[in-house]
């Protein structure tokens, strides 16, 4: 699909506000990483500054959570999104914000197969010389954040929600490669995303999925 509704439609006000808020997140995470890996093999005498900036880093990533959590609640449209989100087995906080601040409105789209492409989930066939089943790799273009934040989602689906579980196992007992289903799963996930959001309803565990 080459729907890219995000290069010529501006995001709200408020979305763009909340995604500023979460690549703040990224970034103070990442920096609480990288202090983290430091303190490691650091010499004695800059383990005290290393510590005391850490502990800055983990008050800032609680402050920042917080406002995200605030600003979505303040924002009505947000907040039904992320309540919608939220029944969503597996969705937690971190997925749901990258959702709201990254994800254009469902309404411009026309099918979830649409979103997945947007999102760079849609697979492609790659011919590697003269083998015929060729492999599949995933679409590099697409948005990097979102494609990460659903990561952890489809893992945890993978293991809990019994419509994924379930699906990701026929999978890998049809032979195909774990890596291969868990971004099948992301997929479908995607799909579940766009039915509650394009439907202004929550998540049926009776959905049909598999």
């Not at 914000?97 to 254009?104: F, G, H, R, W």
């Not at 697979?123 to 990460?148: D, E, I, N, Y």
């Not at 868990?182 to 766009?194: D, E, G, N, Y």
Request: with cysteine; glycine share 4%; proline share 6%.
């Amino acid at each position: 699909s080459h729907f890219h509704p995000g290069r010529w439609i501006p995001a709200p006000a408020q979305v763009r506000e909340l995604r500023a808020l979460v690549q703040r997140l990224e970034a103070l995470l990442a920096m609480h990483t990288q202090e983290h890996n430091r303190l490691e093999s650091a010499s004695q005498t800059v383990v005290a500054d290393i510590r005391a900036h850490l502990v800055y880093l983990d008050e800032q990533i609680v402050a920042v959570r917080q406002r995200i959590k605030d600003h979505i609640d303040r924002h009505p449209d947000l907040k039904n999104k992320s309540e919608l989100l939220r029944s969503i087995p597996g969705i937690g906080p971190a997925t749901l914000a990258s959702i709201l601040a990254y994800m254009p409105d469902v309404s411009l789209f026309t099918s979830p197969k649409q979103v997945a492409a947007w999102i760079g989930l849609n697979p492609r066939q790659h011919q590697s010389g003269s083998s015929v089943r060729g492999r599949t790799f995933l679409a590099k273009t697409g948005h990097a954040t979102l494609r990460k934040a659903l990561y952890m989602p489809a893992l945890v689906a993978c293991r809990s929600n019994p419509l994924l579980k379930a699906f990701y196992e026929r999978l890998v007992a049809a032979g195909k490669n774990r890596k291969a289903a868990v971004c099948a799963v992301m997929r479908k996930l995607v799909h579940i995303i766009f039915g509650v959001l394009k439907h202004q309803q929550p998540f049926n565990p009776n959905w049909q999925a598999c």
